[in-house]
């Protein structure tokens, strides 16, 4: 289904609707009057276009006012307060929604009306509001780079930050999920990257932002001295709270010759950075994958390291683009992408074989690098929206076995684009010495973790939820401190759209937020609640940011879903 699109006439438009076209576009699209007026406001042209739709399909409501301090639309939070604008709008049943134009001298009233032909039900959802489980931990959903990386990323110095890395992270935080608890991998022997100009970059996000880091040191060149020696930088670097643990080495699986060899490694290691560092303990063991034969090892690794250990980490991805290898375009619509990766904690009868260590000995378990395709992603797939939809799905699913927290892996080297970063810069070095940053990508995959920061914010446990449906559709709820439920719907079959009944009873007025793009394999196009990061240079969100409103019938909301695409639905008691 195309997404509609008033700057599109579609065949078969009204001879008024396309008159009311010609005013839209023809309009002055300045900002809202700033001063009284003599006379009331006057809505010049206000439409829904397309007027008739099916269940699960879209209309926009577009006008042009006149003399306008304000605008509200009905069922509707918010309305962009310009002459000229536009709401785009998914009720599951015919609904008539109200203009509302104001000024000190009076106001002016419109209306227009989608009428929504019934479709088939394509899912029905129960939420069990009583039966709280896991709790989300606030720092649960951050980022990653290399130490590299963060000169192209995070900045220079702390007094040469890149503002728009902050405020991407800004986002992510605005809801109480923080502190953000960000990884920052070893680079080998590259000991300039933990210099104190460097890391005082990092130790100024933690200040303006209070983020946290777990910071990597070298592993790999078998030489405890080097090890060390980085520990005491980065000790020296980010003090207080801001280094909650030191990472040993990347993936050290992939070059120690067996287990037996990493251990001997680990047990020289580990009890001379500890003490380098002052007693902060370490990251660990940060293989490349949880089906890695050194896994078979966790439990004891777990249960005999415990006292050096402050985060048990290990990585995943759902594909691979190595060696030439590709994945089907829509690879991360399906199950395989996300199951795949929980089903080694969750074990094959339900029986979780990785995790049990880690929550005796009080050791947070997280998945420290995650993203959706190894060796860079996949361009197409990757930076697509079905990465969006991923993202939110692999999260709610690691924290519903007991992940503590999953770090998207975000590498910004400017010279080696990746696919699947959520975003990354163009840093340019000034004649002064000063680094300036400009946004090179806001991919889909940002939208999507920015959506599940919504959905688990204000300290949010898990509810049990009962989906009853044949498409390729997930549902994921939580409750939050003010029994607010969020219930996040996920479509992402390429064909079904329509109504998805939710049962929950006692319950009021919900609002929907909707995250949609022109397909799932759009790059760009995508809008949250109203509002894109396509042509932000800030790290911004452009628009406002609305959702529509809904109202229970006998404990039952409808909510109308078009296919691939996301909706919040959040509920007050």
């Not at 599109?8 to 699209?29: D, E, M, P, Q, T």
């Amino acid at each position: 289904m195309s997404r509609v699109n008033l700057f599109h006439v579609r065949a078969g438009l009204s001879a008024a609707a396309l008159l009311f076209l010609a005013i839209f576009l023809a309009g002055c699209g300045g900002g809202a009057a700033s001063q009284q007026t003599s006379s009331a406001p006057v809505i010049t042209a206000f439409a829904a276009s397309p007027a008739e739709i099916t269940s699960g399909q879209i209309s926009t409501l577009a006008w042009q006012v006149t003399g306008a301090m304000s605008v509200q639309l009905s069922n509707v939070t918010a309305a962009p307060a310009t002459s000229s604008a536009s709401v785009v709008v998914t009720p599951a049943a015919t609904t008539t929604y109200t203009l509302t134009a104001t000024n000190a001298s009076g106001s002016a009233q419109q209306s227009a009306t989608v009428t929504v032909t019934p479709a088939s039900q394509i899912a029905g959802v129960q939420v069990d509001a009583m039966s709280a489980t896991e709790p989300i931990p606030a720092n649960f959903l951050s980022i990653g780079q290399t130490m590299g990386d963060t000169l192209a990323m995070v900045g220079t110095s702390s007094t040469n930050v890149n503002p728009i890395y902050e405020q991407l992270l800004r986002n992510l935080a605005q809801y109480g999920n923080a502190p953000l608890l960000i990884r920052e991998l070893a680079d080998g022997g590259n000991s300039d990257v933990y210099s104190a100009g460097n890391l005082s970059a990092l130790s100024q996000v933690s200040r303006d932002l209070g983020a946290q880091f777990f910071a990597g040191v070298d592993f790999v060149d078998d030489d405890v001295a080097t090890a060390t020696g980085e520990a005491e930088q980065l000790v020296a670097g980010l003090p207080g709270n801001q280094l909650q643990a030191i990472e040993l080495g990347n993936e050290p699986d992939l070059y120690e010759a067996d287990y037996s060899d990493y251990l001997a490694q680990y047990q020289e290691f580990a009890p001379a950075l500890v003490s380098a560092s002052g007693g902060i303990k370490l990251s660990a063991p940060v293989w490349a994958g949880l089906s890695s034969a050194f896994m078979n090892n966790l439990d004891s690794f777990i249960s005999t390291q415990a006292s050096t250990i402050a985060i048990v980490t290990v990585h995943h991805y759902s594909g691979t683009a190595c060696n030439g290898s590709t994945e089907p375009g829509d690879y991360l619509l399906t199950e395989p992408a996300v199951d795949g990766d929980t089903q080694p904690l969750t074990g094959p009868v339900g029986i979780p074989p990785y995790l049990p260590a880690a929550k005796q000995a009080g050791i947070p378990f997280r998945i420290g690098e995650l993203n959706s395709i190894n060796c860079g992603g996949q361009v197409g797939v990757s930076n697509s929206f079905s990465s969006a939809l991923w993202a939110m799905d692999i999260s709610f699913s690691y924290a519903n076995v007991g992940v503590s927290g999953v770090n998207f892996f975000a590498p910004g080297d400017p010279n080696t684009p990746n696919a699947y970063t959520p975003f990354d810069f163009t840093p340019t070095v000034g004649g002064n010495g000063v680094t300036t940053y400009a946004v090179r990508n806001i991919n889909p995959l940002y939208y999507g973790l920015l959506l599940f920061a919504q959905s688990v914010q204000n300290n949010a446990q898990l509810l049990p939820v009962t989906l009853t449906t044949q498409a390729n559709i997930k549902a994921w709820a939580t409750i939050d401190a003010n029994q607010t439920i969020r219930l996040l719907l996920l479509n992402k079959d390429q064909s079904a759209s329509g109504p998805v009944s939710v049962a929950l009873s006692g319950y009021q007025q919900a609002t929907v937020t909707r995250l949609t793009a022109p397909s799932y394999s759009s790059t760009t196009g995508v809008t949250l609640g109203g509002q894109t990061f396509d042509g932000s240079v800030d790290g911004t969100a452009q628009g406002t940011a609305y959702a529509e409103i809904t109202q229970p019938a006998g404990g039952v909301y409808t909510i109308a879903l078009p296919s691939v695409s996301a909706a919040l639905v959040t509920i007050q008691p």
